[in-house]
């Protein structure tokens, strides 16, 4: 009788012990876990500053002048640097070395003294672009010309009135005029040439900045060559976009002899630093590896002698203020000319009328003015009234050839050339495979590892069964970021350690973290750079190409944070089976290069809502600014999912569900 009536307090007793136990070591909700895991650890502002910071202290100072010749020849090492080893970096040498490729069809007669004429040319084979040539009536041999660029005009491309009506004075002036379209407006204003995609041409191995700089050079390339055309007297002008296109051709090709670029670059400092009152810039405007030791000042010091007028707008509404530029932009380069003798050849005028962005009347007329002067024209004061004379968009039409390529479409016609040669069979092949691919790797992503000085303990909660410790993590770099610890209270310190990534943050994270905490893991959450709460409402995108062109790649610098923080969760915890589950594209890819870099850190990656090839990034397509850490220059070119699987061995590396679109 002892036996029976103590058996069901025996029971009893073990049943509310197990209860309690499995509470203890983490029976978790995920919706008791989410108000933890979303607290902000590093603000939003801090994140910024930090970023801005590590970036200032990478731009290149201005150069020194020391003399003609030293600069002369310094000049010219720019340039084939920066045409040979950034701009053309992938691109095909008959292309970039073509002759110009342009169709004559037909003429505008205006019975004003000018006429137009509707030209079409190649940029690229299958990729062409369209111009308008505003030429006198009367045409003498050897008469002045101006290749005039858009900026972001918008649908109206090149048909903007105040574009047509600088051409129309240029034209009534006895000089040639070319206006061209630009990519994503007008005529090319496909969704495939939106700028963004010029990341997509890194991917696949052919620097973006390559078909903006050769669309804009077949235009001086026709001037050149016109059997009208004064080859001393070339000039180049474009407001915004175009005042950027100005300074980047100009400095780049020595056939320009007279530059006015309009509202169109700053100091890489100035952008950072006063970028409320600007404008980080399109992706081409910080093109890969474009700014690394080296910034717009150098851009302005190379046209020395060169005669050069900088306007700006004293309030720009858009992007570049007067006085914000000046210092490091005018006041940087002014010494360049004094070395030849030609302080006057690099003019300054501030816009104030209307002082914001624009290229109205009054800058207008500062153009025709240095132009006039230094072709050796009779000075051109003031504009003669063209706005009975602006043509429509239609009239103004030339039209693309039926399947016309865009900046996408090359994309992907580069990426279906890519070919890789296969991982050998044999296993003592295979070990130095691997090593040369994880030595490839390193070079492609730039990486540089980092080191943790200090992890700071913000918070603890310590209920329901469940700890955590809240981190913000300091970088040597100057860089932090921040991660949520958690585990079940009564869980063995031996046991298994996950690292939890997902592409909306930790916030989003709630139902991974508390399904790995429910096996009886610890878990740390973590947002690396550029994800999270730490980075919402601040664009993201246009920090990382800021990266990108200073030659640094995010991919690498956030694969670095990881590898460091697992080295230091793997040393805390004491255990060596260190997992990584990632949810979305941008942590899986984070997650395998990383694993792939260091392959013994980790013993397994478990990815969701992932892409099974980083051709997805092409076909979906994926743009920059969803993922801008994917875009790595070459790194398709050299590397898909299964090749960095291949080189992350012993980690196990699982896709456990694809995104929605890639399933698609």
């Not at 037909?106 to 940029?123: A, H, N, P, Q, S």
């Not at 006085?323 to 932009?329: A, E, M, N, Q, S």
């Not at 399904?515 to 993201?540: C, I, M, Q, T």
């Not at 640094?552 to 610098?557: E, K």
Request: glycine residues 6%; hydrophobic residues 40%.
């Amino acid at each position: 009788m002892r036996l029976v009536r103590h058996r069901p307090i025996v029971v009893g007793s073990m049943l509310l012990t197990f209860l309690f136990s499995a509470n203890a070591l983490g029976q978790s909700d995920p919706d008791d876990l989410a108000p933890v895991l979303r607290d902000e650890i590093l603000a939003p502002s801090a994140a910024l500053f930090q970023m801005k910071a590590y970036i200032l202290s990478r731009v290149a100072p201005p150069p020194t002048p020391v003399s003609a010749q030293q600069w002369t020849e310094e000049a010219q090492r720019l340039r084939r640097h920066i045409l040979q080893d950034v701009v053309f970096h992938g691109w095909p040498d008959e292309w970039v070395n073509s002759p110009p490729k342009f169709e004559d069809l037909g003429v505008i007669d205006t019975g004003l003294g000018y006429r137009l004429r509707k030209l079409r040319y190649e940029i690229v084979p299958g990729f062409q672009s369209v111009a308008i040539l505003y030429e006198p009536e009367k045409l003498p041999s050897k008469v002045p010309a101006i290749l005039n660029l858009n900026g972001h005009v918008g649908p109206p491309g090149k048909a903007v009135e105040y574009k047509q009506k600088r051409c129309i004075n240029f034209a009534r002036h006895g000089i040639l005029a070319l206006s061209l379209e630009w990519f994503s407006f007008g005529e090319l204003r496909d969704e495939g040439n939106q700028h963004g995609y010029a990341a997509h041409l890194d991917l696949v191995g052919a620097n973006g900045l390559g078909i903006f700089l050769l669309e804009m050079r077949r235009g001086l390339d026709y001037l050149y060559n016109h059997p009208s055309v004064d080859r001393n007297r070339l000039g180049v002008t474009g407001l915004s976009g175009g005042g950027w296109q100005t300074i980047f051709l100009s400095s780049l090709d020595d056939r320009v002899k007279v530059a006015v670029p309009v509202a169109g670059f700053s100091s890489l400092t100035t952008k950072v630093e006063a970028r409320k009152y600007g404008d980080l810039g399109d992706l081409e405007q910080n093109g890969t590896d474009l700014l690394f030791d080296l910034d717009y000042t150098h851009l302005v010091a190379m046209m020395a002698p060169r005669p050069t007028l900088l306007i700006y707008n004293a309030e720009d509404d858009c992007c570049f203020r007067a006085p914000l530029v000046k210092p490091l932009i005018y006041d940087g380069a002014k010494p360049f000319f004094r070395l030849y003798g030609k302080d006057d050849a690099l003019q300054w005028y501030e816009n104030r009328d209307p002082g914001t962005h624009n290229y109205q009347l009054s800058n207008r007329e500062q153009a025709y003015r240095f132009f006039s002067q230094q072709f050796g024209l009779p000075l051109i004061e003031k504009e003669i009234p063209g706005g009975q004379e602006i043509k429509s968009y239609d009239e103004l039409l030339v039209g693309l050839p039926k399947g016309n390529l865009t900046i996408l479409d090359l994309a992907r016609q580069f990426a279906r050339g890519i070919t890789r040669s296969s991982a050998p069979s044999a296993s003592s092949a295979k070990a130095a495979w691997a090593i040369s691919e994880r030595q490839k790797l390193n070079s492609v992503v730039r990486y540089k590892s980092v080191h943790l000085t200090r992890a700071w303990a913000l918070a603890n909660t310590k209920n329901k069964g469940v700890e955590t410790l809240s981190y913000l993590f300091e970088m040597n770099n100057g860089l932090s970021f921040s991660g949520v610890w958690l585990r079940g209270i009564l869980t063995p310190s031996e046991n298994p350690v996950t690292i939890v990534l997902h592409d909306q943050g930790r916030k989003a994270a709630a139902s991974d973290v508390s399904d790995r905490v429910n096996r009886d893991e610890e878990v740390l959450a973590l947002d690396l750079s550029f994800f999270g709460d730490a980075w919402k409402d601040l664009e993201p995108f246009s920090y990382a190409q800021i990266l990108d062109s200073q030659g640094d790649r995010a991919l690498g610098m956030q694969s670095a944070q990881l590898i460091e923080i697992a080295q230091w969760l793997r040393k805390r915890s004491g255990t060596r089976k260190l997992r990584l589950e990632s949810r979305g594209i941008r942590t899986q890819t984070i997650a395998i290069v990383a694993a792939a870099l260091q392959p013994e850190l980790f013993s397994e990656l478990v990815a969701h809502d992932a892409m099974p090839s980083l051709d997805f990034l092409l076909r979906a397509p994926v743009t920059f600014e969803q993922a801008p850490e994917l875009f790595c220059l070459d790194l398709y070119k050299h590397f898909d999912i299964d090749r960095l699987t291949a080189i992350a061995a012993p980690t196990q590396v699982k896709v456990e569900s694809l995104a929605r679109a890639a399933q698609r």
